[in-house]
């Protein structure tokens, strides 16, 4: 089984880790590695997984599953998805992208995990809530593995009544939020101090320094791994300041 994954703050890349752990030991492929196409057409059987961004699938795995689209007729993917508390659809959304290209969904796992939107309170847990999320996904996972080995696959986001529920208890309710998101990223330029680190890590090389301060672009996929790793908490999406600096390694 080969992985592909997206991860910004790092819950998926452990969801899936932890999946094909169980499954059969492989390790899992970014779509950021410069490897994943090769291996995806060397595989038949494979498992894509996403954080959800309002009941929808990432721009960056979106564009990248359109870009890539040819790879992907007559595979067969079970797809993963992560979120903080609800998605009617997630999985469903990446589903019915994929199976426009030919592909073959075999079932579909939602996960929920910490929140990683660092700059506003609404989801935020108290860690040890954070660690039994954690905890509570894992086992989750180790029965989707079961059960797809005994050729059962959960079918998590992918019925009907899932969409209907993705679509009115989330996207057209967010949607004035995620119009022109990818242009919203804002950098405290009093607080930057032009170290680098948030342009080495953006998945959509939307960052760049001019002056010794990081500017955005307009390809923000709304990721938030700039912003859980800026020194300065410098940077922010949503909200205003910076309330907790999400990433996977402090709910383990
Ligand atoms: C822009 C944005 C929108 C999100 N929308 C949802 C949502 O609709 N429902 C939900 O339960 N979680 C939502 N989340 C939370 C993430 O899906 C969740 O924390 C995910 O596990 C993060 O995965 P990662 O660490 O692999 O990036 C959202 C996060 C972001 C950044
Ligand atoms: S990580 Fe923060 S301090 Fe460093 S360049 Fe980016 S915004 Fe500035
Ligand atoms: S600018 Fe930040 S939030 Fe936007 S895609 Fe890049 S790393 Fe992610």
């Not at 030991?25 to 595989?43: Q, T």
């Not at 997984?49 to 599953?65: E, H, L, M, T």
């Not at 059960?147 to 209907?164: E, F, P, V």
Request: proline share 3%; glycine share 8%; with cysteine.
């Amino acid at each position: 089984m080969l992985g592909i994954y997206f991860s910004g703050t790092g819950n998926t890349k452990y969801c899936i880790e932890r999946f094909l752990d169980y499954y059969d030991g492989s390790e899992p492929i970014s779509i950021e590695s410069p490897d994943v196409i090769e291996a995806i057409r060397k595989s038949q059987n494979i498992v894509l997984a996403y954080p959800v961004y309002y009941s929808d699938v990432p721009k960056i795995v979106r564009d990248f599953i359109y870009q890539n689209r040819a790879e992907f007729k007559n595979k067969e993917i079970f797809i993963i998805c992560t979120m903080a508390l609800f998605s009617g659809d997630g999985a469903g959304c990446g589903a019915r992208l994929l199976k426009k290209y030919g592909a073959n969904i075999v079932g579909g796992l939602h996960l929920k995990m910490p929140d990683c939107i660092g700059d506003v309170k609404l989801l935020k847990r108290p860690l040890e809530q954070n660690k039994q999320l954690v905890k509570n996904a894992e086992i989750k996972i180790a029965n989707a593995v079961n059960a797809l080995k005994q050729g059962k696959s959960t079918k998590d986001g992918l019925n009907i009544l899932c969409r209907a529920a993705g679509l009115f208890g989330q996207r057209l309710w967010f949607y004035r939020q995620t119009k022109d998101y990818t242009s919203k990223l804002k950098i405290n330029h009093h607080m930057c101090i032009g170290c680098r680190k948030c342009v080495a890590l953006c998945p959509m090389s939307n960052l760049s320094i001019s002056d010794q301060k990081a500017v955005s672009g307009n390809q923000c996929t709304m990721c938030y791994r700039c912003i859980s790793h800026c020194p300065q908490k410098a940077i922010t999406l949503l909200g205003k300041e910076v309330i907790e600096q999400c990433l996977i390694e402090n709910y383990l």
